[in-house]
């Protein structure tokens, strides 16, 4: 997404939107944005009178007990000022990260919970990866707007305090302050804004040293390093990407010695011209050093105000851009039903039904399943098979609810699941997927996925059945044993196909009544899958399950095998009946019959 789109939400919104947040978590960010600018105010006050009144004591010739006094009065307040803000901003920082906590919560969750297209929509991938650069950092919008705030209360309230000093005395000096003081921000905006403006060019390269600096950490790239001499070659990378980024930073900073430039001569003219004037008028006037004094640094401070004003302002509307993504991405339109959706009917058993059911995947223009009819009896077995590409994934993926058909409906005991809550249509299902997600946490937690209120009884029943028991027997903690390394140190690896039965013990572990199996037993050896087969029976006993398999000896433990091919049901009945049809599967089944034979390698290619 584009810097230059409009954004969805105007900078009042998105102030709003934070406003409120704060209001519901922690109110007090709100008060001390006030009181820090009120403070700042008052410093500044504080600061501007101190040596004038020092002065004016000194010019009266006032006793020493009496100019004492006065320094004594001003080193007091300055230092209640000053203890008051170091204080407030001690305490405002948990408040603020609370408060951006409970966007990344929102973020979070609308992660998690989101539409499953929307999960692989382009666009919507990089919303989200712009509200990390939003959320991430304490420097980042979500926290660093209420210094932003705070910083813009306390210019306006420092200007309208000097403005009603500077009025008593010429609004020629006023325009001279505004108008340096704008035409300063302007030229320094323009050129200190090439960064921001250029800001997605610096994270790819900021993404692309980290990404070299990384991967070589990283366990699962040691045995490439080894093997193929790779160590060169990323330092190579790691190199480039350098140089790349050491470019770009010495671009940035020849542009911006010219705003610092136009600083100095701006400044220069402004004092020039306010000095001249005021000397004039101290001479005309006969005013004393002390009112030359609060004068001159009053203009000096004026500027600073205004250009504080133009610069937060500034720095607002760039935070409420970051900000607009999170809300946009907060509030994407959900084609899925959730919340007022209707509940799943409670039944001893469930029928899943595609019904004229077409689908192509957003972005394409080929249907991958076309016209489908399918009926899955409760309690059925059914085995899905096909080449590579012929849709058998797909049409899981619509049984699951994660997408919905482009044509025709997908039916849960008759009733078309787009009117059911989608969330509680998943609970429905247990699933081994072909791609799988393992959080680095114990064993039983990766099973039971819950840190509390773990049936260790169930979760031990459930891993014997995935034929897990041996192998974690082996380990110093049993279930207890950490998974993964990328959290704990002592975290235990285990192989593809371990791994793979510790997904089937945690779908048996949550023990849906629809169990969905893709390709569960594609990283065991030929004996491990056949101690799985002979448990399918006991896994799949009073539930509706349906079985994806490239391997289609597995096929014959199910009561139904479908052949899918050209986006639709090419053949279905028994294993047996199959066979006897000499249709394609009993084809495809010869041929791989002869590669798991002995010497079935040799044979066939002797045929």
Not at 252 to 273: H, P, S
Not at 597 to 606: C, D, L
């Amino acid at each position: 997404m584009k810097h230059t789109e409009k954004p969805k939400y105007s900078v009042r919104q998105n102030v709003c939107f934070m406003v409120r947040t704060a209001w519901e978590k922690r109110r007090r960010v709100l008060l001390l944005c006030v009181v820090l600018a009120a403070i700042q105010v008052a410093l500044n006050l504080a600061q501007l009178y101190i040596a004038p009144e020092i002065l004016v004591k000194v010019e009266q010739g006032a006793p020493v007990r009496e100019l004492v006094q006065t320094i004594g009065f001003f080193t007091a307040v300055l230092f209640v000022l000053q203890g008051a803000a170091a204080y407030c901003e001690a305490v405002r920082m948990p408040g603020e990260i609370d408060v951006r906590c409970a966007i990344i919560r929102m973020i979070s969750r609308k992660n998690g919970e989101t539409s499953y297209p929307n999960v692989h929509d382009s666009k919507i991938l990089k919303l989200e990866e712009q509200t990390q650069r939003a959320t991430s950092d304490n420097d980042d919008a979500a926290e660093h707007i209420w210094h932003t705030l705070t910083e813009l209360l306390a210019n306006l309230g420092g200007f309208a305090v000097y403005l009603l000093l500077l009025c008593r005395l010429s609004r020629f000096l006023i325009l001279l302050v505004v108008l340096t003081a704008a035409a300063d921000f302007f030229v320094s905006h323009y050129i200190n804004e090439w960064e921001y403006r250029h800001r997605d060019e610096r994270e790819q390269y900021d993404k692309e040293l980290y990404y070299f600096l990384d991967k070589p950490r990283q366990v699962q790239l040691a045995k490439e390093i080894r093997v193929f001499g790779l160590a060169p070659w990323l330092r190579e990378l790691r190199e480039k990407s350098l140089r790349a980024l050491a470019a770009f930073i010495t671009r940035r900073e020849k542009t911006c010695l010219w705003a610092n430039a136009a600083d100095v001569v701006l400044t220069l003219m402004r004092n020039g011209i306010a000095y001249a004037y005021l000397i004039r008028q101290t001479l005309v006037q006969g005013w004393p050093a002390s009112t030359f004094l609060l004068y001159f640094t009053a203009v000096s401070g004026a500027a600073a105000w205004v250009t504080g004003i133009l610069t937060q302002c500034s720095q607002l509307h760039k935070e409420s851009i970051d900000l607009s993504r999170v809300q946009e991405y907060l509030h994407i339109p959900e084609p899925f039903r959730f919340e007022g959706g209707l509940q799943p009917p409670a039944a001893d058993g469930y029928e899943l039904r595609l019904e004229n059911v077409s689908f192509r995947y957003p972005g394409t223009e080929k249907d991958i399943l076309k016209q489908m009819n399918l009926t899955i009896r409760p309690g059925e077995r059914l085995a899905v098979v096909g080449l590579n590409g012929a849709g058998k994934t797909t049409m899981v993926m619509l049984l699951c609810g994660f997408y919905d058909p482009t044509e025709g409906r997908v039916l849960l005991n008759g009733q078309d699941i787009r009117e059911f809550d989608r969330s509680a249509y998943y609970r429905l299902f247990s699933a081994v997927f072909q791609g799988f997600s393992i959080l680095d946490t114990t064993i039983a937690e990766c099973v039971a996925q819950t840190a509390e209120n773990i049936d260790r009884e169930k979760v031990e029943r459930c891993l014997a059945q995935a034929g897990l028991t041996q192998a974690i027997a082996q380990f110093p903690q049993g279930i207890n044993t950490h998974f993964g390394r990328d959290v704990y140190l002592d975290g235990v690896q285990l192989s593809g196909g371990q791994t793979q039965r510790l997904m089937l013990a945690r779908a048996l572990y949550k023990d849906g009544p629809i169990l969905i199996l893709d390709e569960p037993t594609a990283a065991l050896d030929p004996i491990a899958e056949n101690d799985i087969y002979q448990k399918y029976s006991d896994m799949t006993a009073g539930k509706t399950s349906v079985f994806i398999s490239h391997r289609l000896a597995s096929t014959r433990f199910c009561d139904r095998i479908l052949f899918i091919a050209d986006g639709g049901i090419a053949e279905e009945g028994t294993h047996q009946e199959l066979l006897a049809k000499g249709g394609a599967y009993a084809e495809l089944f010869a041929v791989q019959s002869r590669y798991y034979q002995e010497g079935g390698v040799q044979n066939a290619e002797e045929s």
